[in-house]
């Protein structure tokens, strides 16, 4: 299981039978920079107040995640405005990252942390092999 999602009750709408389906991927944005031990409630706090939050998701390694909300309207508003801030455990903000989640990005790997020096032919080597 490779995300933790935050089911917070004030970030659902009520649901006619089993689980709230997830919203469209342009409804969502994914956040990169996000502090080591940030919970998805604290995800949530950060983006409530700039627009209505559906629900949050934390990979496992919490480095990034998704929110989710309930119209592409407020993921709009969302990448025009100054992105919000978490603050870690040791008191130092955070400015969160923000990218827009489409359809046309469901079978691309994104890595990082490659050094500069590395050619494009040694990180493919790396990739495929």
Known sequence: FFFGT?????????ATSGDTPRPKPEYSICVSNVPPGTTCQQLHKAFEPLAKV???????????????????????????????????????????KLSPVSEEAQNVLRIGGFSKDLAYTEVNELIVQ
């Open 6 to 14: 935050c089911t917070m009750e004030c970030c659902h709408e009520p």
């Open 54 to 96: 559906h629900s949050c998701e934390l990979a496992e390694n919490g480095k990034y995640g998704f929110v989710h909300f309930h119209s592409q309207d407020a993921v709009v508003r969302i990448l025009c405005l100054k992105a919000p801030m978490i603050t870690d455990s040791d008191s130092n903000a955070h400015t969160l």
